[in-house]
């Protein structure tokens, strides 16, 4: 079998014999190519998508997985700043608590009349060395940490201050100044002693931790002891309340006040005016709820009262 190409534009003619072996050796190539061109257009007729350019199937399954990366991220956000809240509520209570150990070293320091310089809590402590930042750790959490490493150090160094300083005051026989003892108001009377007793508001039998001195609104509310003071503001059921630390353990408070005469961290001594007498807080009237305690504990006044006489 002959083939015959006829070209008009040169004038030439050519004529290839196609024999049947030359023929069944090119058709296995030709379907081949066929097939492959079949399979390609099938293919991109299925992946084509009804309105987009990919399929439907894959757009959800890389919508669900956008959606569930959302979720962790809003996760670890959250958790995140939960960890922050933690720890500062961590780092405000430390500071709080060096704040209290600073007013009662200042007030050993005060009353023992040692030189300030060899304690002198207003300054930083001195320390010092070579920066090497970690580069290991996120900046913002090691900020944090380095913060609590710093107060825990303060703490550590106040409390072994705190002891020799306690020791120094017992060597000069200084318990007499610090020692509470009389009434907390010039006259007056006591209204109501210290124990069970029938409550003023509910009128159930229940416990009262210390004795109230009543007088008249607006007199004066005196300090029985020297000290530093290490409340003075608002407390539940007790008002307007100022706290004194006197050292040796002892600790009174003078709850119900119109107005308070002292701040945080000031000295006060025996006799001084700290507040004015008032109803504030769980009062029915003027008074002064006077408390005292001894290692932490409310023990009867009665005995610092009558230590007076």
């Known amino acids: 079998m002959d083939l015959i190409l006829v070209?008009?534009?040169r004038g030439r003619t050519w004529r290839i014999r196609l024999?049947?072996?030359s023929v069944l050796g090119w058709l296995p190539l030709a379907l081949l190519a066929a097939g492959l061109m079949g399979a390609a257009f099938g293919a991109g007729w299925w992946l084509k998508p009804q309105d987009g350019l990919l399929p439907p199937g894959l757009v959800a399954n890389w919508d669900a997985q956008l959606r569930q990366q959302r979720q962790a991220l809003a996760q670890a956000q959250a958790k995140a700043a939960g960890d922050a809240d933690a720890l500062s509520r961590r780092i405000a209570e430390l500071q709080a608590y060096v704040?209290?150990?600073d007013a009662a070293a200042s007030r050993m320091t005060q009353i023992a009349h040692i030189?300030?310089?060899?304690?002198?809590f207003n300054q930083p402590p001195a320390m010092g060395g070579p920066y090497l930042q970690d580069g290991n750790q996120p900046a913002a959490l090691g900020d944090v940490l380095d913060t609590l490493d710093q107060l825990q150090h303060q703490l550590s160094e106040r409390e072994r201050q705190m002891r020799v300083l306690e020791d120094l005051l017992l060597a000069s026989k200084l318990q007499k100044e610090i020692k509470p003892a009389g009434w907390p108001v010039d006259g007056g009377y006591i209204s109501s002693g210290y124990g069970v007793r029938t409550d003023p508001f509910t009128g159930l039998r229940a416990f009262h931790p210390g004795i109230d001195f009543a007088a008249a609104e607006g007199s004066k509310v005196?300090?029985?002891a020297s000290g530093i003071v290490t409340e003075a503001g608002e407390r539940s059921g007790y008002g307007q309340m100022v706290e004194i630390d006197h050292g040796n353990g002892y600790v009174t408070r003078y709850g119900h006040n119109e107005r308070l005469l002292v701040h945080i961290g000031e000295?006060?001594?025996?006799?001084?005016?700290i507040a004015m007498i008032g109803s504030t807080g769980r009062s029915t009237g003027p008074h002064v709820h006077f408390e005292v305690l001894r290692n932490g504990v409310v023990v009867n006044p009665e005995q610092y009262i009558e230590a007076a006489r």
Not at 115 to 120: A, L
């Open 7 to 9: 070209s008009h534009e």
């Open 19 to 21: 024999e049947l072996r």
């Open 99 to 101: 704040m209290r150990l």
């Open 115 to 120: 030189d300030p310089g060899e304690f002198n």
């Open 222 to 224: 005196l300090a029985v």
């Open 267 to 273: 000295r006060v001594r025996r006799g001084q005016a």
